[in-house]
């Protein structure tokens, strides 16, 4: 398999912090969250492998041109709908959230809708790019940022004051009945293979069925990374104490002393690391719903420039911008939880529509 | 048609220079400690003072470089836009390294007193936190000798990169909320205080939500720093019927067991590790009666140990989390294992293990 698949399911694993996911995991965490961490990892990695191997069955193709030859136009096309609306979904949560956290801790002064248009302005602009050029702009990110930010995990799990007795608290109270929305957000952090769905175009790679150590190794990845991102907040600020903040591992990252790192306070190279990641993911995730809504939509051409993509980022962009004036924060939180779980289901419809492809590919 | 297009996306971004909400580096004043105390006038209001550090480009002693702030309200936010008005910089809390408790103020509610500092934005949680005695506003008026910059000294004694002493209690912020917060874990903090013009920070006092603070003796402060957080670099008066010497100890390692099963009464287990080497003697030494040493050694830390868990468990304090312990390794509900807890707590039993490995003599014998 290419580098680039991993960089995808990496990327999501550490966006998955600015995106509301511990605050959910955190308000569950006396209910049942390690049970439901559990589920939804290995619901996910199920969804993973099938996913991921039929995409793979068709070498060079994306997930449109396999559901546009295979199934019944109708279908296909509120199928590929539904999928590139809820592709936009996930960049607007991160967007918004990053927009948010930047008001709070880089620029109070600056008014959001400012900080918004710049964002997207640099989102729009590398979801537009060729498909191939942003997997390297994503390689360069991930290079820089993935080792401070192991450095900082790191760094916060020998911290002398993460109290272990906190976190054990949560886990007797493992084996109690999670809610959807728990394992929803879980499983949110683990859903960058999807992203293969567009990235099969160039991916290319010259096996055709995910190796099983590789596979397996995603798994333990994934695992202490969810774990990670759900214990550390309630380990650096009490099992009780956890309960209140909206972002819960940016108030963690205030909390972690290095003496003689590049500056004392971990927030500030933490959230310079996060810019990248957000922007990074969101850019990912708009560039396939764009692909994606761009199959099915006419293909009107202006001075010979396709406009439809634009088009599409244009309206997406004004969406997101205004957002902050639109929902307040107890709104985008709810339609957080409703989108996780709603994860689960979209999980196995997409399973069974490629499944279903393979049979028919097979059969002509 | 391309490069107007470009022209008109480069005009556009000249709108984002235009209104940068950041103020320049001249036009603030940043706040290095601050001190809450109660109003002289209204005893329900706090006087907040600041001090604000004046930077110069010369680098030796600016220690006397400041500016206290001070006004009264009845929040602490109301006391600090009134200083706003006073000054005529931006004032930043950015560096905000250690916050005063006057120590009148630990009498009222703490949560409310806490409150501000873990809603503000811009007040780092790993900021130092302390009670001032008698009043705050002594510890932040203070200009120790030579020093190179405004609280600084302060900073030195907490953040373990100068002095490291077990009287020295190091709290952060972040940590001294989470124990407020945590059902089965008490807060602490050291006391500071200003004698004979230098600082001294020798006890420190116990804190909860909704109770008098318990001021510890400077014996006890030491024990539970060496407790709490297994300081090795300490020494320890020990004083038998003959023998009277001074144990420096390099390693010391603790940990327990809450056992509590219904048939007998709950016991708390707690194993003291400690190896040192004698650093002073008042009585001569003998190399053969080292085993004798050790069991001195043991039945002083013991006898010490048991006493101030003893004082802890009269006056319900729990700094070192047995309950949240207990939390840890009991299923059911939490509410109802906090008030079990309270229950256990009143009558649970110490018994401490102590073992001791005299390594050495010193240089001499």
């Excluded at chain 1, 099938?50 to 019944?72: D, R």
């Excluded at chain 1, 999928?83 to 927009?99: E, G, H, K, P, R």
């Excluded at chain 1, 801790?105 to 602009?125: D, H, K, Q, W, Y």
């Excluded at chain 2, 001569?284 to 069991?295: A, L, P, R, T, V």
Aim: proline residues 3%; charged residues 20%; hydrophobic residues 45%.
């Amino acid at each position: 398999m290419s580098r680039y698949f991993y960089y995808l399911v990496v990327l999501y694993m550490l966006a998955n912090v600015v995106a509301l996911v511990p605050r959910i995991l955190i308000q569950d965490r006396l209910n049942g969250t390690v049970m439901a961490l559990v589920i939804a990892i290995v619901l996910t990695m199920f969804y993973f492998y099938i996913f991921t191997n039929s995409m793979l069955k068709f070498p060079g193709k994306g997930q449109p041109e396999i559901v546009l030859t295979y199934t019944p136009k109708w279908f296909a096309f509120t199928y590929l709908f539904f999928v590139a609306i809820l592709y936009f979904c996930s960049a607007w949560f991160i967007l918004v959230s990053f927009i948010d956290i930047t008001n709070i801790f880089i620029n109070p002064e600056m008014p959001s809708f400012l900080i918004g248009a710049v964002f997207l302005a640099l989102v729009s602009f590398g979801a537009l790019m060729k498909t191939e050029k942003t997997l390297y702009a994503l390689e360069i990110v991930l290079l820089i940022s993935l080792p401070l930010i192991i450095a900082i995990f790191f760094k916060a799990y020998f911290n002398q004051l993460l109290s272990w007795d906190a976190i054990k608290v949560v886990f007797i109270h493992s084996f109690e009945k999670p809610s959807i929305s728990t394992i929803g957000a879980a499983s949110y952090s683990m859903i960058g293979f999807y992203f293969i769905s567009i990235y099969n175009r160039v991916l290319k790679p010259k096996v055709n069925k995910l190796k099983l150590i590789p596979f397996l190794l995603l798994g333990i990845l994934a695992t202490v990374n969810i774990f990670t991102s759900f214990l550390i907040p309630i380990g650096f600020n009490g099992v009780d104490g956890s309960e209140n903040y909206i972002y819960p591992w940016f108030s963690t990252a205030d909390s972690i002393r290095m003496e003689f790192g590049f500056i004392e306070r971990v927030l500030f190279i933490f959230l310079l690391l996060y810019i990248g990641i957000s922007i990074s993911t969101a850019t990912i995730t708009c560039h396939v719903g764009v692909e994606t809504l761009k199959s099915i939509l006419p293909k009107k051409k202006w001075k010979g420039i396709a406009m439809v993509p634009s088009m599409i980022l244009l309206v997406f962009s004004v969406f997101t911008i205004s957002s902050p004036y639109l929902f307040s924060q107890v709104h985008i939180f709810d339609f957080s939880k409703f989108y996780f779980s709603l994860l689960l289901l979209v999980g196995a419809i997409s399973c069974s529509v490629l499944l279903y492809a393979v049979r028919r590919s097979k059969s002509k | 048609m391309k490069t107007l297009f470009q022209t008109c996306m480069l005009i556009c971004t000249l709108v984002v220079l235009s209104s940068c909400g950041f103020k320049d580096i001249d036009k603030r004043s940043f706040v290095v400690s601050m001190g809450i105390d109660q109003s002289q006038e209204n005893e329900k209001n706090y006087e907040v003072i600041l001090k604000i550090a004046f930077p110069s480009s010369e680098a030796n002693e600016q220690g006397k470089n400041f500016q206290l702030a001070t006004e009264t309200g009845r929040t602490i936010a109301e006391a600090v836009s009134r200083i706003k008005a006073k000054t005529s910089n931006e004032l930043d809390f950015g560096h905000m390294k250690i916050i005063v408790l006057g120590e009148k103020i630990l009498e009222r509610d703490i949560g409310q007193t806490m409150d501000w500092f873990t809603r503000r934005r811009d007040i780092q949680q790993i900021a130092f936190i302390g009670v001032g005695k008698p009043t705050a506003r002594e510890v932040l008026a203070h200009e120790p000798k030579g020093e190179r910059l405004p609280s600084n000294e302060l900073f030195l004694f907490f953040g373990e990169t100068g002095t490291e002493s077990p009287y020295v209690t190091t709290n952060y912020l972040f940590h001294f909320r989470r124990n407020l917060e945590e059902r089965g874990i008490d807060g602490y903090l050291p006391i500071i205080e200003v004698k004979d013009d230098i600082f001294s920070i020798m006890t420190m006092c116990l804190v909860k939500k909704g109770e008098k603070p318990l001021p510890l003796k400077d014996d006890e402060t030491e024990l539970f720093n060496l407790l709490n957080r297994g300081y090795d670099k300490v020494s320890i008066k020990i004083q038998g019927v003959k023998q009277h010497f001074i144990l420096s100890i390099d390693q010391l390692s603790s940990s327990y067991q809450i056992l509590s099963t219904d048939s007998q009464k709950p016991v708390i287990k707690y194993k003291v590790n400690i190896k040192g080497n004698i650093e002073e003697s008042m009585v001569e030494i003998k190399e053969e009666k080292m085993d004798q040493y050790n069991q001195l050694v043991e039945q002083v830390v013991k006898k010490r140990t048991e006493a101030l868990f003893k004082k802890l468990q009269d006056s319900h304090y729990d700094p070192l989390g047995f309950g949240l312990r207990y939390r840890a390794n009991h299923s059911g509900d939490e509410n109802v294992k906090v008030k079990e807890w309270q229950n256990i707590y009143d009558q649970i039993r110490f018994d401490v293990n102590v073992k001791a490995n005299i390594t050495g003599t010193g240089v001499i014998e």
